[in-house]
């Protein structure tokens, strides 16, 4: 079962991989438990991002609908209708009652109506959905109309198309005219369709692309060009991967099969067996021991992943005797300089649980990826079932700096500016973060420490670069100045901001707007002014502000939202009122209401571990106490969020949150300034959250 969470460009598909007569594997194509409704609302979610629902319908991830019950057919087993269902348990649900993968649906959701990616769907989007009913020739047949009747009634009709194949105009194992577009004239070639999946997309779509559709494979062709199978392949490919091979084979191990499972690191004991009460999902499920721990359940996927995808795998697992069963699931890329893992160990308890190791491939290419599931138990039986594999875009990488914390070494950290010393040190005690710090002097000023990383080319809007520093004098202040510059491009962007810290940890960190430089790539650089003494560093971050308009530069509210119409919002000019504290523009804001708030939400897929950091600078207009709550939310999946009281007086002052990331799936941050006083004016400008 394989799965997306978003489409990653970097691996689109090319006319190349169309292939008339094997458009999808019948593997691929029946698998009714490709994804989950999870993955399933966390795929379209991403691909929505943007959704405005600005033509009176809501956005696909949003949609609801109630269902009705429909009692088993030849084609389907009975569907039970619900109150108020989402669109992405319609799309699972319909996909395992019929037998039909949820993959499928999905592409034929954006095949037919650009529905999962529409950014303002429309009533006749939903209204024809898959197009179920809706001939080339012809309008729509009404009594198909609404996306829950298109769905299953599209996924009706595949399985219909199976069970009466030998009636149909086109059929596997043979050769079938079809024509390149529903204008006869156009002619039409032999095709040899080698499975029933291929030849129910031509029942269903009756017409193949000619060379000019396939000589521009994500744009128009001629006008006897046609674009529904082409398409469907080049969708599929972009989302899920290839349709007709580098699949996880025998996911549920249904029919009894554990084709492309095997032992690795020794022998090992498996049986699949048949229990549809025991089963975590359908009827069969893998039961495995070992006698030496260690040994593991493997299977290779080959697959060309690429720098920036992502593969998030996904096993149920549960102990046969009821007694804690210790495993390990572990995900590899391979073929390469160097492998890329990710693992995850488990307790398999009486009742089955499900287990997900994310993989980043962040090095190099990958030719293949493997799942491991490690068994350390030797007296007792591990049950496995309904494993997947979803590769998609990987997460936005938070902290660009390597060894951001000199943990074990300097990796990427090197003299910036002529010789200077440096060391790090094991020394938990000492630390700001982790269990180590670097230390460094200079003989000569202004030397400096210094770490350059990539970005991607064009990259525009504000980085930070921050870092804790500590002098190692207590009695000397340690002087010097943080800088971050843009390089690779004629322009070179630049900041600084100068310290003096003392022998207690302080963070010092510099803003710089890349705009429209074209920089390629970034120098965060920290210069030491004093000889005589030693700088200690540690917990140094770059990443990019993910605010826009963060200062309220160009007089620029939006994204900016209110939290409701007890709160008043204005963007000033220094020109004409207070100095800003960050370019010429700052917001100012007040409350009838006490908890009025402002906010901005940015569309950002983050990753567990990593921490994220909110700053604002506030100030009261009228000089007199202003109080309010500044928070940083992770929405999407479980909510976390964290908070910090403040008082705002005559001078701009800073307020600074860290939301550690411990859930997954999140999709949203939200950053909040709440508003406690309902008098006077609350001054906000150089918001940030990196």
């Known amino acids: 079962m394989t799965g997306t969470l978003t489409a990653n460009s970097a691996s689109a598909a090319d006319a190349s991989q169309f292939k008339a007569g094997n458009i999808i594997s019948d593997e691929t194509f029946y698998n009714g438990n490709a994804l989950s409704a999870n993955v399933i609302q966390s795929f379209i979610a991403s691909k929505e991002a943007s959704c405005t629902a600005s033509r009176g319908q809501p956005c696909l991830k949003d949609y609801r609908v109630s269902t009705p019950t429909i009692a088993a ?229 080959a697959r060309t992943t690429v720098v920036g995808e992502q593969v998030a795998a996904t096993i149920w697992v549960r102990s046969a005797s009821g007694r804690p069963y210790a495993g390990t699931m572990a995900v590899w890329g391979l073929g390469g300089s160097g492998n890329e893992q990710a693992n995850k160990s488990f307790t398999a308890t009486d009742q089955w649980q499900e287990i997900v190791v994310k993989l980043p491939i962040r090095k190099e290419n990958r030719s293949k990826i493997r799942l491991d599931i490690y068994l350390q138990n030797t007296s007792d039986t591990l049950w496995i079932d309904n494993a997947s594999m979803v590769f998609g875009a990987a997460p936005p990488v938070q902290n660009l700096a390597a060894n951001p914390s000199f943990e074990g ?133 770059l990443a990019q502000n993910v605010l826009r308009a963060s200062s309220f530069e160009g007089n620029v509210f939006a994204p900016w939202e209110r939290s409701g119409s007890e709160v008043n919002t204005q963007v000033r000019s220094s020109s004409t009122a207070l100095a800003a504290k960050d370019g010429s523009y700052f917001a100012a804001t007040n409350t009838s209401t006490a908890g009025g708030s402002i906010r901005q939400d940015v569309q950002r897929q983050t990753t567990p571990g990593h921490t994220y950091t909110a700053e604002v600078w506030v100030r009261s207009e009228d000089g007199q106490p202003f109080n309010g709550v500044l928070a940083l939310w992770a929405l999407g999946g479980t909510t976390e969020a964290t908070s910090l009281p403040f008082t705002a007086g005559a001078e701009w002052t800073r307020v600074m949150i860290e939301l550690p990331i411990r859930e997954e799936n999140h999709t949203t941050l939200r950053l909040e300034t709440y508003q406690s006083t309902t008098a006077g004016n609350l001054l906000v400008d150089a918001t940030r959250v990196y």
Not at 207 to 229: E, K
């Open 73 to 301: 057919t030849s084609f389907c087993a009975t569907y039970n209708g619900r109150s108020n269902e989402p669109a992405s348990d319609i799309i699972q649900r319909v996909g395992a009652a019929c037998g039909i993968s949820q993959e499928v649906l999905l592409v034929l959701l954006e095949k037919e109506q650009g529905l999962v990616s529409s950014i303002a769907p429309s009533a006749q989007q939903y209204r024809a959905a898959t197009g179920y009913g809706c001939p080339d020739t012809a309008d729509c047949d009404a009594n198909y109309y609404g996306f829950f009747n298109q769905v299953y009634n599209a996924a009706s009709q595949f399985q219909r198309y199976t069970q009466t194949s030998s009636t149909r105009g086109y059929q596997p194992g043979r050769y079938n005219n079809i024509q390149w577009h529903p204008t006869a004239a156009c002619g039409s070639s032999s095709v040899y369709i080698e499975n029933q999946a291929t030849a129910n997309l031509y029942i269903y779509t009756p017409y193949q692309p000619n060379s000019a559709a396939l000589a521009n494979y994500y744009g128009s062709g001629d006008g006897c060009s046609s674009y529904g199978n082409r398409n469907f392949s080049r969708i599929f490919n972009d989302w899920f991967g290839s349709p007709t091979e580098g699949r996880l084979k025998s996911a549920s191990f249904e029919g009894g099969s554990s084709d492309g499972w095997g032992g690795s690191n020794g022998p090992i004991n498996q049986l699949v067996a048949y229990g549809p009460q025991q089963a975590q999902h359908g009827n069969y499920f893998l039961a495995t021991n070992t006698s030496v721990a260690g040994r593991a359940m493997t299977q290779d996927v």
């Open 409 to 541: 070494s300097f990796a990427n950290w090197v003299p910036g500016n002529g010789f200077m010393n440096r060391q790090i040190y094991n020394d938990p005690a000492l630390t700001q973060s982790g269990s180590w710090f670097a230390a460094s002097n200079t003989p000569v000023a202004e030397r400096s420490f210094s770490q350059t990383v990539s970005v991607p080319a064009g990259s525009t809007g504000k980085f930070v670069f921050s870092v804790w520093l500590r002098s190692s004098s207590d009695t000397v202040p340690f002087n010097g100045t943080v800088a971050l510059w843009g390089l690779g491009a004629q322009s070179k962007p630049m900041n600084l901001t100068r310290f003096a810290v003392g022998n207690t940890w302080t963070k010092v960190d510099v803003e710089v707007d890349l705009g429209s430089s074209g920089s390629s790539a970034l120098k965060a650089e920290v210069y030491m002014a004093n000889t005589t003494d030693t700088l200690w560093l540690d917990n140094a971050v």
